[in-house]
């Protein structure tokens, strides 16, 4: 079973960056991939970003492409998400999720193990 919790988030300027944190205990994530999808009020679960920890391949959705990036400098049971030029929109609670295998998947379905997710706030 693996559990996993978010940190990092927090209130940021538009324009400022972040850096969340997924720590994951019960295993290491070398075998994993790693998604996260943000959840606005009133808005579905949807993916912004994800990697697969053994292929090392990394996938981005269009609205966050050249502003977020997965690092590759992940410990064996954390996972990143480095947010720079932050827009208003950008404001959610990130949640990130995990599953097996080396397909990184932009369905929240197809994650099994979900953290509690960390507020981000965004001011104009």
């Known amino acids: 079973q693996v559990q996993l919790v978010e940190s990092g988030g927090g209130l940021a300027q538009a324009g400022g960056s972040l850096r969340l944190s997924c720590v994951a205990s019960g295993c290491p994530l070398n075998s994993y991939t790693l998604g996260w999808f943000p959840q606005a009020p009133g808005e579905e679960r949807e993916f912004v970003a994800g990697i697969s920890r053994s292929g090392g391949s990394t996938e981005y959705a269009d609205s966050v492409k050249g502003r977020f990036t997965i690092p590759s400098d992940n410990a064996e049971n954390a996972g990143y998400l480095q947010m720079n030029s932050l827009k208003p929109e950008d404001a959610a609670v990130y949640y990130c999720?995990?599953?097996?295998?080396?397909?990184?998947?932009?369905?929240?379905?197809?994650?099994?193990?979900w953290g509690q997710g960390t507020q981000v706030t965004i001011s104009s």
């Open positions: 999720a995990a599953r097996t295998g080396t397909i990184v998947y932009r369905t929240r379905m197809q994650y099994d193990y």
